[in-house]
């Protein structure tokens, strides 16, 4: 199980109703391990719209998960810190995922990474991609077993 | 004056979508004067073709992620008219809150996102969060309100999905919209703030008289329905709106120009403001005072100003508005027969009157639209207020002269995305 020093959010961005788009909220549903180290938020569409929460909980360390193209196989997945983030993410929030990390740099002393998987399908469905949702499923598994939070440590 | 200026702003920053300004000047004479709009169409007219009644609106709000709910009430409000529905009065009701909503998000975002930091000296909304938290912090609040609003009307923060033809798939409480009311009203003290942000603002001075177009009623200041009225003196019904809506191409703009009377006209929250300000609730009418927007305003630097007196106005009348919502509210079946036909809808999205028409076979299916969207019709009044701007401030230094126009196209709050009907926000 995971074993932290500190206190660590993670947040999943996107839209349930455009295929794989809906892979942070997907993977946050399936995580519910929440303790006193760990945090999980599913912030949707508006992720602006939680600022002023993970303000107050003033984490060190965020990752955030959402749909992202990085123009690899679908289901690919690729952690980058906050200054590779890309300018533009495949989510359908109306502020960028550049902006949005901008302000949570300004309001917390955290740490932002980007958990990002290549989707394969952002139709107007609900559901995952059978590639899309194994993918998620491992990295379930990858956070609950604590390997990619202590691996950016 | 021997003046030589020329400015290429390639990706206009703070703007929705992507726009280049282009500024050319040779020995004092304007030789190039535009703002060229570089996003590819969208094709939404064409994507909603084949498709049935009730499929548009959840389309259409697609245009937008920031004013998606003036998309998906317009398109109900078309597609009703063409099939022969008739909102009830409390879907009419729940419309006009849901859409007060959507107006103070989007100014908000408008206000504080786009264009304090060119007041406040600061590239963007993210350094603004260093010298100003504050001011992001209430900013933020401000717009989650707007999205609450949304969520509790129609289902979802952004893109409607409850409001559809006919009325709403669900009807929120008594007890919710009372909840929704103490939230509304425990924000007076931000929307306080924003009147006094405004009021440290300096508006630079330039006028350009114009003719400003809006949607008016008899008996309310008008954002859903009404008839189109014009500066000029003129009303029209909806079903002519390509009367004073007359599309046309130009070379440098992916986005369609229009004109109505005159070579161009504007609008959006001054266009209203100047149009219908006697209309206004008396809370709005106070702030406009207070800001210093005196009617008829011919600055469309004010743009913004009106935007923060409309956000008073549906401040105040949100509150009335669900007081008697929470008196009458009542689940309500949607049931109507539909028939061939065309109709025009109109409402006043945040930028300005937003068109759309749409007509149906014998069998529900969409066989023809069209869409006419605010900051197409605004197109040729930016580029003739450019070139009426660019010789009174040509002795300033290029970069307050390129700074000038940002800002002048900043306060049209163009949603290029919108106009080409393509999504994409670049900050710097």
Redesign the interface.
């Known amino acids: 199980m995971l074993s932290l020093s500190k206190f660590t959010l993670i947040l999943g961005i996107g839209n349930s109703l455009r295929g794989d788009d809906g892979v942070g909220p997907y993977i946050i549903d399936k995580l519910k391990i929440e303790n006193s180290q760990l945090k999980i938020l599913n912030c949707g569409v508006v992720p602006e719209d939680y600022i002023d929460e993970i303000s107050e909980l003033s984490p060190d360390k965020i990752f955030i998960i959402d749909a992202a193209n990085f123009e690899e196989k679908p289901g690919t997945v690729k952690i980058v810190d906050e200054i590779n983030i890309p300018e533009k993410s495949l989510s359908t929030h109306n502020i960028s995922l550049k902006v949005f990390v901008g302000l949570l740099k300004q309001f917390t002393q955290a740490k932002v990474f980007l958990i990002g998987i290549q989707p394969e399908n952002m139709d107007y469905v609900e559901g995952l991609s059978k590639t899309v949702k194994a993918s998620a499923d491992r990295l379930v598994e990858q956070i609950v077993e604590g390997s990619i939070i202590k691996k950016y440590e | 004056m021997t003046k030589n200026v020329k400015i290429d702003v390639q990706y206009v920053t703070r703007v929705e979508g992507h726009g280049n300004i282009i500024i050319d000047v040779k020995n004092g004479q304007l030789v190039d004067c535009k703002l060229q709009i570089i996003e590819p169409p969208r094709f939404f007219e064409a994507m909603v073709r084949g498709r049935k009644f009730g499929d548009i609106p959840l389309i259409t709000s697609?245009i937008c992620?920031?004013c998606a709910v003036s998309h998906n009430t317009v398109a109900n409000r078309s597609v009703e008219n063409a099939i022969g529905v008739v909102p009830s009065k409390q879907t009419e009701l729940l419309r006009k809150i849901l859409f007060h909503g959507e107006m103070i998000q989007s100014h908000i975002l408008h206000v504080y996102?786009l264009v304090a930091p060119d007041f406040l000296k600061v590239g963007?909304?993210?350094p603004l969060?260093?010298t100003h938290?504050d001011i992001?912090?209430r900013a933020?609040?401000l717009?989650?309100l707007g999205?609450h609003i949304c969520e509790v009307l129609a289902g979802?923060?952004?893109?409607p999905i409850a409001s559809v033809v006919g009325g709403f798939t669900k009807i929120p409480s008594k007890k919710e919209l009372a909840e929704l009311k103490k939230e509304i009203e425990k924000h007076l003290p931000d929307f306080e703030a924003t009147i006094e942000l405004c009021k440290t603002l300096k508006i630079p001075s330039f006028e350009r008289r114009t003719e400003y177009v809006a949607l008016y009623k008899d008996d309310e200041y008008a954002f859903i329905d009404g008839v189109i009225k014009s500066s000029d003196g003129d009303k029209l019904n909806l079903k002519d709106y390509k009367k004073k809506a007359a599309e046309y191409i130009v070379k440098h703009s992916a986005a369609k120009h229009t004109k109505g009377n005159r070579d161009s006209y504007m609008v959006g929250a001054l266009a209203r403001v100047n149009n219908n300000f006697s209309q206004l609730s008396p809370l709005a009418k106070e702030v406009a005072k207070q800001l210093g927007l005196k009617t008829p305003c011919y600055n469309p630097y004010m743009n913004s100003i009106a935007q923060v007196v409309e956000c008073a106005h549906c401040y105040e009348d949100i509150i009335r508005l669900l007081d008697i919502a929470i008196d009458t509210a009542k689940d309500e079946e949607i049931t109507f027969t539909p028939k061939a036909g065309t109709g025009v809808g109109a409402v006043e999205a945040p930028r300005g009157i937003l068109f759309h028409e749409y007509t149906f076979d014998d069998a529900g299916v969409c066989t023809a639209a069209n869409c006419i969207i605010p900051t197409g019709q605004n197109l040729e009044n930016i580029d003739l207020d450019m070139r009426k701007l660019v010789p009174e401030i040509i002795d300033l230094p290029q970069d307050e002269i390129r700074l000038m126009l940002e800002m002048l196209v900043r306060a049209y709050d163009p949603c290029i995305s919108c106009a080409t009907h393509f999504?994409?926000?670049?900050?710097v």
């Open positions: 697609r992620g920031i996102f963007s909304v993210i969060a260093s938290p992001v912090k933020l609040r717009k989650k999205n979802r923060h952004i893109h999504l994409d926000v670049k900050f």
